[in-house]
């Protein structure tokens, strides 16, 4: 029924489809925290996942790159099933680049360090073009003078653009997002998003989970808002966020004091 | 009461010969307990579970009994073991090395378990492997988080050679109290194996204190 429509508004759905995810489940113990999602990705594409604490946007993005394994439905990045053998799932992932709440920088590398050890380590690539991939990649998210520096000495804001250039020099087909600015001061969120901005104008296909409904408006071409594990409402952000079809939507909205 | 400092002197090549081997236990204690404590701690993070239970049983004998007590365990159980006669010094070097190497085990363990499971997802979503992960990222992190507490160890080991004199192994401690024995100059001796474990041990502790400041992580 909504096939026809939501093609009419999905602007960039004429990409190929880059992730599928089909009637996906996923448990922790007795607790299911994903119970049948369906959602589809498509080059070029910006989608926002949203929804309160505890609905399952995390862990679907988890489960994008296999760090966590489904317990039912599928996912296929690229045309392919998400595959089971470590080997082949290393070599997807290096086409997938993630980027956490928490940074997670390797606090024992410098800036530069962290940007190139990807590339010198999964792509076996020698430390000179592994390091000029760096520097480019932190100059891309105006860091290029906080190489030498360790994690330590940088700012959250700062930290989370030194992660995002780590995903980027793997130069993957796929940015996944976990609450990237959920972590940050109020003043450094803005640099973290315009960073994020960018790569979407220049074309990247993103999973971005967040809280940030004015970057899910603006920069979202698609936006699928979560409960209970399941997707209770998906559409252009127009729709999402001026107007929601489903009265869930419009109480998680409502609740975060959006008003259209 | 009169005090003679001249057997003191008397004695020196002796007590500096004995001071050789003090530190000579040490060093080789450390140099066997550090490489067998990663490995003994792999195993029981990451091995098949009956290798792991067997390394759990080492840890927890070995850190849980007196040292001097598997000192003369050495002694007295290896040679028939093995059917070697085995020297004291190698007697003891043994004894030590079962000691600190259950000891440094858990050090290594806790430092590995110490890096948060989110470095792991890290690198893993570069699309490293597990053993990649471990070389590149958890086991460079965990040793810096460790050194200071291998140091302290060393200090303690560096006295605790002295346990082995027990069994006749000629470091400092056995042979004072060897020139104690035959020249009746109970305090002198006993004041100068102080005096030359404090001399040599000060500096050890100083420069603990040193790598704990220099490699303290920050995040």
């Known amino acids: 029924m909504t096939g026809a429509m939501e093609s009419a508004k999905r602007t960039k759905a004429d990409g190929a489809k880059i992730i599928r995810y089909r009637g996906v489940i996923k448990r922790f113990g007795t607790f299911t925290a994903l119970t049948g999602v369906d959602l589809d990705v498509h080059a070029g594409e910006v989608v926002c996942l949203i929804g309160p604490s505890g609905s399952g946007k995390s862990t679907l993005l988890r489960c994008t790159n296999g760090l966590e394994t489904i317990d039912g439905g599928d996912i296929e990045f690229e045309g392919a099933l998400l595959p089971k053998d470590e080997k082949t799932l290393r070599a997807m992932r290096a086409r997938m680049g993630m980027v956490f709440q928490s940074f997670e920088l390797f606090p024992h590398l410098t800036a530069q360090e962290n940007v190139a050890e990807g590339p010198l380590t999964v792509q076996r690539m020698s430390a000179a073009e592994a390091n000029r991939r760096?520097?480019?990649?932190?100059?891309?998210?105006?860091?290029?003078?906080?190489?030498?520096?360790?994690?330590?000495?940088?700012?959250?804001?700062?930290?989370?653009?030194?992660?995002?250039?780590?995903?980027?020099?793997?130069?993957?087909d796929v940015m996944l997002f976990d609450e990237p600015t959920s972590?940050?001061?109020?003043?450094?969120?803005?640099e973290v998003l315009n960073v994020m901005k960018t790569l979407a104008d220049e074309g990247m296909t993103m999973v971005v989970v967040t809280h940030e409904m004015t970057f899910a408006r603006r920069v979202g071409d698609w936006v699928a808002v979560f409960d209970t594990g399941k997707i209770v409402e998906q559409g252009p952000p127009t729709q999402i966020f001026d107007a929601p079809t489903t009265e869930r939507t419009r109480d998680f909205l409502s609740h975060l004091g959006w008003s259209g | 009461m009169t005090f003679d400092w001249s057997v003191v002197w008397q004695h020196r090549a002796e007590l500096v010969s004995a001071t050789g081997t003090t530190i000579l236990l040490t060093v080789a204690t450390m140099l066997i307990a550090v490489p067998c404590g990663m490995v003994v701690a792999a195993l029981r993070l990451y091995a098949w579970a009956p290798v792991r239970a067997a390394a759990t049983v080492y840890v927890?004998?070995?850190?849980?009994?007196?040292?001097?007590l598997v000192v003369f365990w050495a002694f007295y159980v290896l040679p028939i073991w093995s059917g070697l006669g085995l020297s004291p010094l190698a007697t003891g070097l043994a004894a030590l090395a079962l000691n600190v190497t259950a000891y440094n085990a858990e050090t290594f363990r806790a430092g590995l378990n110490?890096?948060?499971?989110?470095?792991?997802?890290?690198?893993?979503?570069?699309?490293?492997?597990?053993?990649?992960?471990?070389?590149?990222?958890?086991?460079?992190?965990?040793?810096?988080?460790?050194?200071?507490?291998?140091?302290?160890?060393?200090?303690?080991?560096?006295?605790?050679?002295?346990?082995?004199?027990?069994?006749?192994?000629?470091?400092?401690?056995?042979?004072?109290?060897?020139?104690?024995?035959?020249?009746?100059?109970?305090?002198?001796?006993?004041?100068?194996?102080?005096?030359?474990?404090?001399?040599?041990?000060?500096?050890?502790?100083?420069?603990?204190?040193?790598?704990?400041?220099?490699?303290?992580?920050?995040?």
């Open chain 2, 114 to 219: 110490s890096i948060r499971r989110g470095q792991v997802e890290a690198a893993m979503a570069l699309g490293m492997s597990r053993t990649q992960a471990l070389r590149r990222v958890i086991i460079p992190q965990a040793l810096r988080r460790v050194l200071p507490v291998l140091a302290n160890t060393w200090v303690s080991l560096f006295k605790d050679t002295s346990l082995v004199s027990v069994i006749a192994v000629t470091e400092l401690a056995y042979v004072a109290m060897q020139i104690r024995a035959q020249s009746f100059r109970v305090l002198e001796m006993l004041t100068a194996m102080a005096a030359i474990y404090w001399l040599l041990g000060y500096p050890q502790a100083k420069l603990v204190d040193w790598i704990q400041r220099r490699y303290a992580v920050t995040e």
């Open chain 2, 60 to 68: 927890e004998l070995f850190r849980n009994v007196p040292l001097i």
């Open chain 1, 183 to 190: 972590a940050l001061d109020p003043e450094t969120i803005g």
């Open chain 1, 134 to 172: 760096a520097t480019a990649m932190l100059a891309k998210v105006g860091l290029a003078d906080k190489a030498p520096n360790y994690p330590s000495a940088l700012s959250g804001g700062q930290q989370q653009r030194v992660a995002i250039a780590r995903a980027l020099a793997m130069e993957p």
